[in-house]
């Protein structure tokens, strides 16, 4: 008898994952809530929101699951996984404590200074009116950070003084409170860790596109797009982020009472010299970073997040493909301020397969209303290719993505650029 699995969530990444799933041989049936368009293709969805975390375990126990895999960063900073746990259902995804990695950059920061993790330096402001001295300690660029979860849109990074002052004075009005953070120069690349208290395993590295515009100009975003494996984070970069960043906290986290259980997302900044450090953690799989690195996981996802999930992660090792995937977003009108959203989206969303590899769509905002499909999100769809290498990779996402159709969307042109 094959397994039932609750996949929480209604994104891009969430699509990724019950796609995955369902790839898996040891499983019979995928659920989601809420889901997309892109899951009611494929599996069950339940119109349960992702952040209603009462709602979700009455789900879980009526589904009688087998698992529950959660996407998104608040379910876990509410609890869902402590809830799970207590009746005894399996869930991928940390405890509430563990979460406060990413609910708390207070908090996060905190521990990698008591362990000596190399991040960025961080000062508290909470002082609107004196802030001529405070606010020069590192000079230009600023980077300024509001310690509340705000998918993605709490932090300023600018050159502009005045910008920087505006944002740290609005912040602490609203908060109390704001961090001010030294500035790492590089390139970012995106580790997403698999733990427990056995033992940890870390994906292909990938590189994630945060503005909107080309040439990583613009507003930030979620992410415009991705692409795996990195090459920016080689063997030798990768070798040390795990000694020195991954290590100490996976043995950090393992010794708690309750040991994290999940995926651990480390957002490195890897400097000239291939030094890497910690510009934040999240306590989940990253979106749309999970789109290019779970297709290259050859053995049995189900298997893997269960084991995570029971903490006998050591015994059950996954293996990787040695594909290259590269995923473009496709965003709504208005993104990231407010999109519009009620839109048709037309076309041929169906995969493509050829000799050099494939493609296909993963659903974001999306959903079927009145039986045609429509926008409901900022992030929309993703176009994702799959082939031996990257630059192939690259023109099936943006092949298959000419075949979708959306009034008034817009996507970058250039992802994958430091590599290619
Ligand atoms: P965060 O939400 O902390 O990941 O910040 C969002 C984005 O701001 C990151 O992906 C980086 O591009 C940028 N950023 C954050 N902190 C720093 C830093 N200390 N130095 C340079 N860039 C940063
Ligand atoms: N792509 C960035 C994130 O998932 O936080």
């Known amino acids: 008898m094959g397994r039932t699995v609750l996949v929480v969530g209604g994104g891009g990444r969430e699509h990724a994952l019950t796609i995955g799933l369902l790839d898996s041989p040891s499983v019979a049936v995928v659920h989601v809530a809420p889901g997309n368009a892109g899951t009611a293709g494929i599996a069950i969805n339940h119109n349960v929101a992702a952040g209603d975390v009462e709602g979700q375990v009455a789900l879980a126990q009526f589904l009688d699951v087998d698992l529950v895999v959660v996407g998104p960063e ?19 995804g940390p405890h509430s404590a563990g979460a406060m990695l990413e609910g708390s950059k207070d908090f996060a920061k905190q521990v990698m200074l008591d362990l000596n993790i190399p991040t960025a330096g961080v000062q508290h402001l909470t002082d609107e009116t004196d802030l001529d001295e405070a606010i020069d300690i590192w000079g230009s660029p600023w980077v300024v950070k509001r310690d509340v979860l705000a998918g993605g849109k709490g932090v300023v990074v600018t050159e502009d003084r005045t910008e920087a002052l505006d944002f740290i004075q609005t912040s602490i009005k609203s908060d109390g409170m704001v961090l001010l953070e030294e500035f790492l120069a590089g390139e970012e690349a995106s580790m997403l ?79 000239d010299d291939g ?103 900022g992030r929309v769809l993703a176009s994702t290719g799959i082939a031996s290498s990257l630059s192939e990779a690259r023109e099936l996402a943006y092949l298959k993505l000419t075949e979708v159709q959306l009034e008034g969307a817009h996507f970058r042109r250039d992802i994958g650029y430091k590599a290619l």
């Open 74 to 92: 608040a379910p876990l900073v509410g609890g869902l996984s402590d809830a799970l746990r207590a009746i005894d259902i399996p869930s991928f």
């Open 193 to 271: 860790v698999m733990m427990d208290e056995s033992g940890f395993v870390t994906l292909p590295c990938s590189q994630d596109h945060k503005r909107v515009g080309e040439g990583d100009l613009g507003l930030n975003t979620g992410g415009m797009g991705a692409y795996a494996p990195a090459p920016v984070a080689t063997e030798a970069v990768r070798a040390r982020a795990i000694s020195e960043i991954v290590e100490p906290m996976h043995a950090h986290l393992s010794s708690l009472e309750i040991p994290y259980r999940g995926c651990l997302y480390v957002g490195l900044m890897i400097d």
């Open 275 to 377: 030094a890497p450090s910690v510009v934040e953690y999240n306590v989940r799989f990253g979106d749309p970073e999970t789109q290019v690195t779970v297709p290259l996981i050859s053995s049995d996802l189900c298997e893997l997040l269960l084991a995570v999930a029971e903490g006998r992660l050591a015994d059950s090792m996954p293996t990787f493909s040695t594909h290259h995937a590269l995923t473009v977003v496709l965003a709504a009108e208005g993104y990231p301020g407010p999109p519009v959203k009620g839109r048709l989206i037309t076309g041929d969303l169906s995969d493509y397969v050829d000799s050099n590899g494939r493609a296909f769509i993963h659903h974001a905002g999306t959903e079927i209303s009145d039986g045609v499909l429509i926008s409901t999100g």
